[in-house]
C-alpha cells in the first residue's frame, strides 16, 4: 500500500522569505502523480502544484516549486517570496497513474509572520 | 462555473442520532468522492462513484455509513448512528474521468464539519 509522510507538523516563515515543506512517499509503481495541495481555515483543498513521475523537470507555478527526488522518494514544496495569504495546512498527496485515489499524508501547518 | 457544493457546513448531534450530508458536484464531473477528515490528519477516502456506480467503497464502515448519488450527479452521505469518533470534516470532491491514465483533477468542497457529542 502506499503511504505519505509528512514530518513537519508545523512551519514557520518570515513574510517575504522562503520555506520548504518535505514530503516522502512510498510505493512499488512506477507511473504515478504527486500533489501538494493547500488547506485554508475555509476548509476547501485548493491544488497548489503536481507532478507526474515520469518527468524530470521539476514543476513550477510562480511562487511554488516542487523538489522531486524519485529514487529517494521525497517531494518536497519551496514557497518563494511568503506571502500572508500562504498561511494554511498544506498536504502531500499521492496518486497511482492508472488509479483514482488520492492518498495524503498528515499535513505541516504553515504559519507566516509579518 | 460552480465549484462543488457541500451543505450543511457545520453540524452537531448527539451520539446514537443519524446524520446526513449533501453534495452537489461540479456540472458534467462524472466521478465523485468522500473523503473523511480527522482532526489534525489529512482525507482518507470513503466512498467513489463513477456516475451511479459505487466502485471504490472498502472504507466505508458498512454498518453505520451509507451513500447515494442517485441519478448521478447529487450525492448523500448518512450516519445512522453517529457514534463519538465519527466527529471529522468529511469532504467530498468531483472530478471529470475519461478513462485511461489522464490526469483529472479533483475538485474539492469546503466540507461540512460534525461533531458528535
Known amino acids: 500500500a502506499q503511504t505519505v509522510t509528512q514530518s513537519q507538523p508545523e512551519m514557520s516563515v518570515q513574510e517575504a522569505e522562503t520555506v520548504t515543506l518535505s514530503c516522502t512517499y512510498d510505493?512499488?509503481?512506477?507511473?504515478?502523480?504527486l500533489f501538494w495541495y493547500k488547506q485554508p481555515p475555509s476548509r476547501q483543498m485548493i491544488l497548489v502544484i503536481r507532478?507526474?513521475?515520469?518527468?524530470?523537470q521539476n514543476a513550477t507555478e510562480n511562487r511554488f516549486s516542487v523538489n522531486f527526488q524519485k529514487a529517494a522518494k521525497s517531494f518536497s514544496l519551496k514557497i518563494s517570496d511568503s506571502q500572508l495569504g500562504d498561511a494554511a495546512m498544506y498536504f502531500c498527496?499521492?496518486?497511482?497513474?492508472?488509479?483514482?485515489?488520492?492518498?495524503f499524508g498528515g499535513g505541516t501547518r504553515l504559519m507566516v509572520k509579518p | 462555473e460552480a465549484g462543488v457544493v457541500q451543505s450543511p457546513r457545520y453540524k452537531i448531534i448527539e451520539k446514537k442520532q443519524p446524520v446526513a450530508f449533501w453534495c452537489n458536484p461540479i456540472s458534467g464531473h462524472n466521478t465523485l468522492y468522500w473523503y473523511r477528515q480527522n482532526l489534525g490528519q489529512g482525507p482518507e477516502l470513503l466512498i467513489r462513484y463513477e456516475n451511479e456506480e459505487a466502485v471504490d467503497d472498502s472504507q466505508l464502515p458498512k454498518d453505520r455509513f451509507s451513500a447515494e448519488r442517485l441519478k448521478g450527479v447529487d450525492s448523500t452521505l448518512k450516519i445512522q448512528p453517529a457514534e463519538l469518533g465519527d466527529s471529522a470534516v468529511y469532504l467530498c470532491a468531483s472530478s471529470r474521468n475519461s478513462g485511461g491514465y489522464i490526469y483529472n483533477e479533483q475538485f474539492f468542497g469546503p466540507g461540512t464539519r460534525l461533531t458528535v457529542l
Open positions: 498527496a499521492y496518486k497511482w497513474n492508472a488509479g483514482n485515489m488520492l492518498t
Open positions: 507532478q507526474e513521475a515520469y518527468k524530470q
Open positions: 510505493t512499488s509503481e512506477s507511473d504515478y502523480y
